[in-house]
């Protein structure tokens, strides 16, 4: 389990700019066994339900179906999108952590993965103890998004206008516990920004609420920002990403405005429960890279917002750990909890 020092811990290191104590509590983490295979060709030998814990349509979604196909194809069998929306996605978390016929996976999202239990002990899964990675699907950066009224065109004014607003700027997030709530109190310990949090129940409320001029900032998908930015509405201060975004190209970085330890994405990714055999496990993996690096899916998954982003099943394990070190060390520092 995650303890009270760890996630101390991590949160240091990550403010230092040290991914050394994540590789430490990767090594440290303690998964159940997986089941052994006689036949680790053989796999799949059913049609695989990928559970989304999101309506159709929405983000992870759409990529979910982008590779479901294609992975039928190079492996034999159906791969069977079912949507199971709930608890912003843990209600599919659970139902995964849980199967045990060896063809039941999910597309899941960092929250799901990394802070679902930190966020609600009774959230009834363990991220880390209760799935195998499998592989990414798809990243992507938020943006630091400010009301059309805000005083500054490049980064650093802009930063300076949110810094003088003080206390009395307000931010919105979709939720207490998501992810713009914990980037943005991860952007308050890395700057002297100071707005209160503002709560809606989606994305969508958040941008009427800055239209209306009840907010002043919001960490926003590319996708939902992007056409606010574009009309002069709102300005855009950066991504969060480490690197530029083709989602949204032309947006300088916040590192490009001299904010360090505030990185920060979105990503989905396929999970497995955690006692799928090791052979299952690397053969999906190897068709998910093989998906993941043909152009059209590709191009699909930009469509939808995401970052086609492939790698191993050890890639995405620490990117799970560091993830949960990061944020798991802001929930901690400002007693965050939710009960969704």
């Not at 069998?77 to 849980?98: H, I």
Request: net charge positive.
């Amino acid at each position: 389990m995650i303890t009270k020092r760890r996630l101390l811990q991590g949160l240091a290191a990550s403010l230092c700019g040290s991914a050394a104590w994540a590789q430490q509590t990767l090594s440290a983490a303690t998964p159940r066994a997986p089941r052994a295979s006689a036949s680790p060709g053989a796999w799949p030998t059913q049609p695989v339900r990928v559970l989304v814990g999101f309506p159709a349509g929405a983000s992870p979604d759409l990529a979910a179906r982008a590779i479901a196909e294609p992975l039928a194809k190079l492996l034999g069998q159906p791969f069977l999108v079912e949507n199971k929306p709930g608890a912003s996605g843990n209600v599919a978390a659970d139902l995964v952590a849980k199967a045990r016929d060896d063809h039941t996976i999910g597309a899941l999202i960092n929250g799901n993965l990394t802070i679902a239990k930190l966020l609600n002990p009774a959230t009834p899964f363990d991220p880390e103890k209760d799935f195998a990675p499998i592989g990414l699907i798809g990243t992507a950066p938020l943006v630091l998004a400010a009301s059309g009224d805000a005083v500054g065109n490049t980064p650093a004014e802009l930063l300076l206008w949110a810094r003088n607003l003080g206390d009395k700027g307000r931010y919105g997030t979709p939720g207490v516990g998501t992810v713009g709530h914990l980037g943005m109190e991860l952007l308050k310990t890395r700057t002297s920004i100071a707005p209160k949090h503002v709560p809606f129940n989606g994305n969508p409320q958040v941008i009427e609420a800055m239209l209306a001029g009840k907010i002043q900032l919001a960490l926003l998908p590319p996708g939902l920002a992007r056409p606010h930015v574009a009309s002069g509405k709102f300005k855009a201060i950066g991504v969060t990403s480490p690197l530029r975004s083709p989602l949204f190209a032309e947006l300088p970085t916040l590192r490009e405005a001299e904010v360090r330890g505030a990185d920060l994405e979105i990503w989905t990714a396929l999970a497995a429960p955690a006692g799928m055999a090791r052979p299952a496990v690397a053969r999906l993996n190897a068709a998910l890279g093989e998906v993941l690096r043909a152009p059209e899916i590709q191009t699909q998954l930009l469509k939808a917002g995401w970052q086609s982003e492939a790698g191993t099943p050890q890639a995405l394990a620490y990117r799970m750990r560091t993830d949960t070190s990061q944020l798991g060390g802001v929930i901690l520092m400002r007693g965050i909890r939710s009960e969704g």
